[in-house]
């Protein structure tokens, strides 16, 4: 279960709960007993519908003791959604907080599926010794399942085993060491990779201390900086919608305790970056590549030197990392060719980390691995030193007339000038072209005059046919619970909106 067998200390900055190493050995013990008592056995599956908080990581411990696998899900979910996920991964068990969803669960009782109230048992007060971590698993049992997409369609579920888990502590170890990460904040949801895996459990079980806030509310965002001092964080890994909000709402930290910051899941432009580091106070900052299904973090910027670009990704984590001319299965990525240095195509990843396959999805699982490689839905290059640079996701590529544009470049370009908040660029049916680009923005001031002059430095930094045809003026972008943009749900938003006017836009 462990890349080391210490733990560290557990905190909560905004209610003050904390709780030692001897606190978190006894209430795991009872909780161990307690699951166990309610029939928790080895192999089923639980659902864990809370997070962020000290209960979840000792639940997540004592369901794993005992042989059982974790799901853990979404606090916002529908009944709808949650039943959905429910009838695919089929848990004996659901598990809650303080408070229970009454029509989420009806819905789980109407299909089997029995509810555990969480709040009962981490509130005794019998003490016990520390208790060695014993365990039923073993390392090929699957350890969790986390959803990428499709609640309401056909789920996603990601399987990692205790052995992919482990694979990816133990190159995270190698790779970037502990020091840096002995007092860690975590702002992100704990019910996806980046957030789950990697930000919390990879220091909290190599022993350092992990401080945990609930994700992604603007209040505490907000109160970034002054936490940041108060618990005098050394290491912290946030998304880029996070750092934009952050970056507009709250002073930097005065203490400079930060000694290392990861930026991950969206693409991170040269600008944002350097802002981040000024921000921060300390100059490393990486840009950290990684996917749910290779266990989070896989690549990032561990080299010496280098200057923030659009893009940069930098050298793998325990991976081996190829651009290919292939961008499917059917042809094997030891059969297909691949691009030359700077040439952009598809990345694959082998890493000891992917994952065992989608749940039940035999055919997705099929589509994406072959031969131990991973082809991710990314596109990017390796430039002649080596180094990894992300381009985009295939999905959102658009294309017009035949002219290949990636969302991302002209995000990166967008999102530079002083007066923009947040920005999505996205494809839309053009009856000439086939596809066009639009592109969504929120704006501090969003006057003619403002309007006008991010329109000139925009074609001043875009080539002809990158310039989006359609801008929308929102107060806020659509953005998923992992702090992600979907481009095809603020293209869906925007449809029903009024671009704004060219009178606004292009200066008489």
């Known amino acids: 279960m462990f890349v080391d067998l210490q733990l560290g200390n557990l905190h909560e900055p905004i209610?003050?709960?904390?709780?030692?190493?001897?606190?978190?050995?006894?209430?795991?013990?009872?909780?161990?007993?307690?699951l166990k008592s309610g029939g928790l056995s080895a192999s089923d599956r639980i659902l864990i519908h809370y997070g962020n908080n000290l209960e979840?990581?000792?639940?997540?411990?004592?369901?794993?003791?005992?042989?059982?696998?974790?799901?853990?899900?979404?606090?916002?979910?529908?009944a709808?959604?949650?039943?959905?996920?429910?009838?695919?991964?089929?848990?004996?068990?659901?598990?809650?907080?303080?408070?229970?969803?009454?029509?989420?669960?009806?819905?789980?009782?109407?299909?089997?599926?029995?509810?555990?109230?969480?709040?009962?048992?981490?509130?005794?007060?019998k003490s016990s010794s520390p208790t060695p971590?014993?365990?039923?698993?073993?390392?090929?049992?699957?350890?969790?399942?986390?959803?990428t997409s499709g609640t309401t369609g056909q789920p996603k579920g990601v399987v990692h085993t205790h052995r992919t888990l482990r694979a990816?502590?133990?190159?995270?170890?190698?790779?970037?060491?502990?020091?840096?990460?002995?007092?860690?904040?975590?702002?992100?949801?704990?019910?996806?990779?980046?957030?789950?895996?990697?930000?919390?459990?990879?220091?909290?079980?190599?022993?350092?201390?992990?401080?945990?806030?609930?994700?992604f509310r603007p209040e505490i965002i907000m109160q970034l900086g002054s936490i940041i001092d108060a618990y005098k964080i050394t290491f912290m890994s946030s998304v880029p919608p996070v750092w934009r909000l952050a970056l507009k709402l709250t002073k930097s930290p005065k203490e400079r305790t930060l000694e290392q910051v990861h930026c991950g899941s969206a693409p991170l432009s040269g600008n944002l970056w350097k802002e981040i580091m000024q921000w921060t106070g300390t100059n490393n900052v990486l840009n950290a590549y990684g996917i749910t299904e290779t266990g989070s973090w896989v690549a990032g910027t561990t080299i010496e030197d280098f200057q923030p670009d659009d893009g940069l990704i930098g050298k793998p984590w325990g991976a081996v990392i190829k651009?290919?001319?292939?961008?499917?299965?059917?042809?094997?990525?030891?059969?297909?060719?691949?691009?030359?240095?700077s040439e952009q195509g598809y990345i694959w990843i082998n890493t000891p980390a992917l994952m065992q396959g989608y749940?039940?999805?035999?055919?997705?699982?099929?589509?994406?691995?072959?031969?131990?490689?991973?082809?991710?839905?990314?596109?990017?290059?390796?430039?002649?030193?080596?180094?990894?640079?992300l381009r985009g996701r295939e999905r959102d590529e658009i294309n017009k007339g035949g002219m290949k544009i990636f969302p991302s470049d002209i995000d990166a370009v967008v999102e530079r000038f002083a007066g923009v908040v947040d920005v999505c660029a996205f494809g839309f049916t053009e009856e000439l072209y086939g596809e066009d680009v639009g592109v969504?923005?929120?704006?501090?001031?969003?006057?003619?005059?403002?309007?006008?002059?991010?329109?000139?430095?925009?074609?001043?930094?875009?080539?002809?046919h990158q310039m989006p045809r359609r801008w929308f003026l929102l107060s806020e972008i659509p953005r998923t619970s992992r702090g992600k943009v979907s481009r095809v749900q603020v293209a869906e938003t925007c449809s029903h909106l009024s671009p704004i006017g060219k009178d606004r836009l292009k200066a008489i």
């Not at 979840?56 to 529908?78: E, H, K, Q, Y």
């Not at 991964?89 to 299909?111: K, Y």
């Not at 704006?443 to 875009?462: P, V």
């Open 15 to 34: 209610s003050g709960r904390s709780w030692d190493k001897r606190t978190i050995y006894d209430k795991f013990w009872h909780r161990v007993n307690s």
């Open 56 to 78: 979840f990581f000792v639940d997540l411990l004592a369901i794993w003791n005992l042989g059982g696998s974790a799901i853990p899900i979404d606090s916002r979910l529908t």
């Open 80 to 125: 709808f959604e949650v039943e959905n996920l429910a009838r695919l991964t089929q848990p004996r068990f659901s598990l809650w907080g303080e408070l229970i969803d009454e029509s989420v669960g009806v819905a789980l009782n109407g299909i089997g599926v029995k509810i555990i109230q969480a709040d009962s048992t981490h509130n005794l007060s």
């Open 133 to 147: 971590l014993g365990s039923q698993f073993s390392l090929d049992h699957e350890a969790m399942i986390l959803f």
């Open 168 to 215: 990816r502590w133990m190159s995270l170890r190698e790779n970037l060491g502990l020091k840096r990460f002995r007092r860690t904040l975590c702002l992100l949801p704990t019910h996806f990779g980046h957030g789950l895996i990697c930000n919390c459990l990879f220091p909290w079980l190599s022993g350092q201390d992990l401080f945990i806030l609930p994700a």
């Open 323 to 341: 651009v290919l001319k292939s961008g499917t299965t059917d042809i094997t990525p030891v059969e297909a060719e691949e691009c030359k240095p």
């Open 359 to 389: 749940f039940g999805r035999d055919d997705l699982t099929n589509k994406v691995v072959a031969q131990g490689w991973f082809l991710t839905g990314d596109i990017g290059l390796i430039d002649d030193r080596g180094l990894l640079y």
């Open 440 to 464: 969504a923005i929120v704006m501090q001031k969003s006057d003619n005059h403002a309007l006008q002059q991010l329109y000139k430095w925009t074609r001043q930094h875009l080539a002809e």
